[in-house]
């Protein structure tokens, strides 16, 4: 059998392929890297970016890797200290999703443990209490950063249940306050921050608001922890053993009828509890309260998201660079080639670089939908970040792992700088939701509560040959076609499920409605990357990012082909040549790889402090 073969000439080929757009000897930046590194940090006020990566450029972010955990503790918290010396309101850093996102980016870059105490006293913490219009306290300390914060809320037995926490906050009519308790082993908080480390210490905690014996549901309670000389009366904290990735001082706390003051109590249109003991409140169901106390979780989804995006690019940044600076033998005695000449190793690369600009485009636009959603719009867009969470962390696990594998034994060294990125990303993927947990909550709201796009006008003869797989607009159009039939294929399988078993229904379509989030999320990361590229005004570096976009599209249509083809929106000619496309694709792409990676802006004071980039 005879296998056909896309062919294609010089005329296919874009200029950037032709002419060095990378070089530009007048200037230590390449227009095109300036460009590139626009549209990827156009998010928001020009400076946001700019401003965390002038300050991890600085001395006390310099790469560390020689100290011990409890030390490398300590230096994350100095280093949060150093932040809010460069922060000039906290209250509105808090307020500012685009802001917070911005920080774990960067901060990702140098220190993981940053990005993770950082995001839990910006966010979690602080934004909690800024949230709360309605009851006067004093934030100087948390401001000044005399007393760090951190949030309280999963439980050693409650993990992705968290609405059925078992820790309780009494109200004490006679005294006006709340008696907050740990009842049993399985409600001690689970992996907070609340050691020591970095100084006195305040948490919110998630407990069960009881009032005359009546289950009012969780809400959050400010609850002074540590000072000076350790953990305050009635308080409990366990360091937890050492985990993988960057070191936090995670630990369990629990707490032995620890008394609160009445503006402890968390309140807002979740809920005010009045002097006589009764709730108002502008939502009747406790979960639903519950969900709006914690609301502040949804911003630490991006957060989570945009830590392991800062992560992701810096891990790649290392690896390009290590590529061209690694000389191995050629295929010609005496010769040394870089890693970089080899298809089996930029090709890799190559599709990484592609993954991660378009999990940074996606991130932007769901945080620029979350920043100005309307309130009737608000479910959509909190399961669009949730969505974007899982798909963004996963993906960057994985960039990751290929990163380090391919800068070889070396970076299997923390002082390289590349080891504790997969773990990292490990965090995020659990931290603010499970991500199973989450997108399987995602597919089964999208299983009626969503409607796909309809399906594009009918195709040209143009779109029936394979030239049209280097177009992101028809391959984003694929993947919409595979989104209706995951969507069409999860409401069946639901439909189809055991009468009268909800759970039983639920596990006929479960593999379909996940299906369906992945195809989801994809599709969504293509119409950001098509719309990214687009804003580009320099036509060669236009071209460069599309076929970078085509390059991912294609690697996500690939796994697809089959029922694409079986439903007739590819041809088998358009199959076949799936892998031939790829390799013209990466072949014009591979001259620009070190310009796609230059343009993630990692700092070079970064990039110096590790040996496997400054050594052969």
Same mark, same amino acid.
């Given at each position: 059998?005879?296998?056909?073969?896309?062919?294609?000439?010089?005329?296919?080929?874009?200029?950037?392929?032709?002419?060095?757009?990378?070089?530009?000897?007048?200037?230590?930046?390449?227009?095109?890297?300036?460009?590139?590194?626009?549209?990827?940090?156009?998010?928001?006020?020009?400076?946001?970016?700019?401003?965390?990566?002038?300050?991890?450029?600085?001395?006390?972010?310099?790469?560390?890797?020689?100290?011990?955990?409890?030390?490398?503790?300590?230096?994350?918290?100095?280093?949060?200290?150093?932040?809010?010396?460069?922060?000039?309101?906290?209250?509105?850093?808090?307020?500012?999703?685009?802001?917070?996102?911005?920080?774990?980016?960067?901060?990702?870059?140098?220190?993981?443990?940053?990005?993770?105490?950082?995001?839990?006293?910006?966010?979690?913490?602080?934004?909690?209490?800024?949230?709360?219009?309605?009851?006067?306290?004093?934030?100087?300390?948390?401001?000044?950063?005399?007393?760090?914060?951190?949030?309280?809320?999963?439980?050693?037995?409650?993990?992705?249940?968290?609405?059925?926490?078992?820790?309780?906050?009494?109200?004490?009519?006679?005294?006006?306050?709340?008696?907050?308790?740990?009842?049993?082993?399985?409600?001690?908080?689970?992996?907070?921050?609340?050691?020591?480390?970095?100084?006195?210490?305040?948490?919110?905690?998630?407990?069960?608001?009881?009032?005359?014996?009546?289950?009012?549901?969780?809400?959050?309670?400010?609850?002074?922890?540590?000072?000076?000389?350790?953990?305050?009366?009635?308080?409990?904290?366990?360091?937890?053993?050492?985990?993988?990735?960057?070191?936090?001082?995670?630990?369990?706390?629990?707490?032995?009828?620890?008394?609160?003051?009445?503006?402890?109590?968390?309140?807002?249109?979740? /809920? !005010?509890?009045?002097?006589?003991?009764?709730?108002? #409140? *502008?939502?009747?169901?406790?979960?639903? %309260?519950?969900? =709006? &106390? @914690? /609301? !502040?979780?949804?911003?630490?989804?991006?957060?989570? #998201? *945009?830590?392991?995006?800062?992560?992701? %690019?810096?891990? =790649? &940044? @290392?690896?390009?660079?290590?590529?061209?600076?690694?000389?191995? #033998?050629?295929?010609?005695?005496?010769?040394?080639?870089?890693?970089? &000449?080899?298809?089996?190793?930029?090709?890799?690369?190559?599709?990484?670089?592609?993954?991660?600009?378009?999990?940074?485009?996606?991130?932007? &636009?769901?945080?620029?939908?979350?920043?100005?959603?309307?309130?009737?719009?608000?479910d959509r867009v909190e399961r669009l970040v949730a969505v974007a969470k899982g798909w963004i962390t996963w993906r960057a696990r994985a960039i990751t792992i290929e990163?380090?594998?391919?800068?070889?034994?070396?970076?299997?060294?923390?002082?390289?700088?590349?080891?504790?990125?997969?773990?990292?990303?490990?965090?995020?993927?659990?931290?603010?939701?499970?991500?199973?947990?989450?997108?399987?909550?995602?597919?089964?709201?999208?299983?009626?509560?969503?409607?796909?796009?309809?399906?594009?006008?009918?195709?040209?003869?143009?779109?029936?040959?394979?030239?049209?797989?280097?177009?992101?607009?028809?391959?984003?159009?694929?993947?919409?076609?595979?989104?209706?039939?995951?969507?069409?294929?999860?409401?069946?399988?639901?439909?189809?499920?055991?009468?009268?078993?909800?759970?039983?229904?639920?596990?006929?379509?479960?593999?379909?409605?996940?299906?369906?989030?992945?195809?989801?999320?994809?599709?969504?990361?293509?119409?950001?990357?098509?719309?990214?590229?687009?804003?580009?005004?320099?036509?060669?570096?236009?071209?460069?990012?599309?076929?970078?976009?085509?390059?991912?599209?294609?690697?996500?249509?690939?796994?697809?082909?089959?029922?694409?083809?079986?439903?007739?929106?590819?041809?088998?000619?358009?199959?076949?040549?799936?892998?031939?496309?790829?390799?013209?694709?990466?072949?014009?792409?591979?001259?620009?790889?070190?310009?796609?990676?230059?343009?993630?802006?990692?700092?070079?004071?970064?990039?110096?402090?590790?040996?496997?980039?400054?050594?052969?």
């Amino acid at each position: 059998m005879i296998v056909e073969r896309a062919v294609f000439t010089h005329a296919d080929t874009p200029a950037y392929a032709r002419a060095d757009i990378s070089a530009d000897a007048a200037e230590p930046v390449p227009p095109a890297c300036r460009e590139l590194t626009a549209v990827l940090f156009d998010d928001g006020p020009a400076e946001a970016h700019s401003r965390w990566r002038k300050i991890i450029s600085t001395e006390p972010f310099r790469f560390r890797s020689d100290l011990r955990k409890e030390e490398r503790w300590e230096l994350s918290y100095a280093r949060l200290r150093a932040f809010n010396e460069e922060i000039q309101d906290p209250e509105e850093l808090a307020r500012d999703p685009r802001g917070l996102a911005a920080m774990h980016e960067w901060a990702a870059v140098v220190d993981g443990a940053l990005a993770t105490v950082a995001g839990i006293h910006y966010n979690l913490f602080l934004g909690s209490l800024v949230d709360d219009k309605t009851t006067e306290r004093d934030l100087g300390p948390f401001l000044r950063l005399a007393r760090t914060g951190t949030f309280l809320c999963t439980e050693r037995a409650h993990g992705n249940d968290a609405a059925a926490l078992e820790t309780t906050a009494v109200y004490d009519r006679r005294a006006d306050g709340f008696v907050l308790h740990t009842p049993n082993e399985g409600a001690r908080k689970y992996m907070p921050n609340t050691s020591p480390a970095g100084g006195p210490k305040s948490a919110v905690v998630a407990a069960r608001l009881l009032v005359d014996g009546r289950d009012l549901g969780v809400f959050l309670f400010l609850t002074p922890l540590t000072d000076e000389n350790g953990p305050l009366p009635g308080i409990t904290v366990e360091s937890l053993p050492e985990r993988t990735g960057s070191p936090v001082d995670h630990c369990v706390t629990s707490f032995d009828r620890v008394r609160l003051p009445r503006t402890a109590l968390i309140q807002g249109p979740h /809920g !005010r509890l009045l002097t006589d003991g009764a709730l108002r #409140s *502008a939502v009747g169901s406790p979960r639903k %309260r519950f969900l =709006l &106390a @914690i /609301g !502040r979780v949804t911003a630490g989804k991006l957060s989570m #998201s *945009a830590s392991t995006l800062g992560g992701c %690019r810096a891990a =790649l &940044a @290392i690896a390009v660079r290590y590529s061209g600076t690694r000389h191995i #033998s050629g295929p010609t005695a005496g010769v040394r080639v870089p890693l970089s &000449a080899h298809r089996s190793h930029h090709s890799r690369l190559l599709k990484s670089l592609a993954g991660a600009y378009a999990m940074t485009f996606l991130h932007r &636009a769901v945080t620029e939908a979350w920043v100005s959603h309307e309130p009737a719009e608000r479910d959509r867009v909190e399961r669009l970040v949730a969505v974007a969470k899982g798909w963004i962390t996963w993906r960057a696990r994985a960039i990751t792992i290929e990163a380090r594998e391919r800068c070889g034994a070396r970076a299997l060294f923390p002082v390289n700088g590349l080891a504790e990125f997969p773990a990292n990303a490990d965090g995020a993927i659990t931290a603010e939701g499970d991500n199973l947990a989450i997108w399987c909550k995602a597919g089964a709201e999208m299983i009626f509560g969503y409607t796909p796009d309809e399906p594009s006008a009918d195709r040209t003869e143009a779109s029936r040959t394979p030239n049209a797989l280097r177009d992101p607009s028809f391959l984003r159009d694929l993947l919409a076609e595979a989104e209706r039939r995951w969507h069409h294929r999860a409401r069946l399988n639901l439909r189809s499920g055991p009468s009268g078993d909800s759970l039983g229904r639920w596990n006929n379509a479960s593999g379909a409605a996940l299906e369906l989030v992945e195809t989801h999320a994809t599709l969504q990361a293509a119409d950001a990357f098509i719309t990214a590229l687009e804003s580009v005004p320099h036509t060669a570096t236009r071209a460069l990012l599309r076929d970078l976009c085509a390059l991912f599209l294609l690697d996500s249509v690939a796994p697809r082909a089959a029922e694409l083809l079986a439903d007739g929106h590819l041809t088998a000619a358009q199959v076949r040549a799936l892998p031939d496309i790829t390799e013209l694709l990466t072949s014009r792409l591979a001259p620009h790889m070190a310009l796609l990676a230059e343009a993630f802006a990692v700092p070079e004071e970064h990039l110096a402090d590790l040996p496997m980039l400054t050594t052969t």
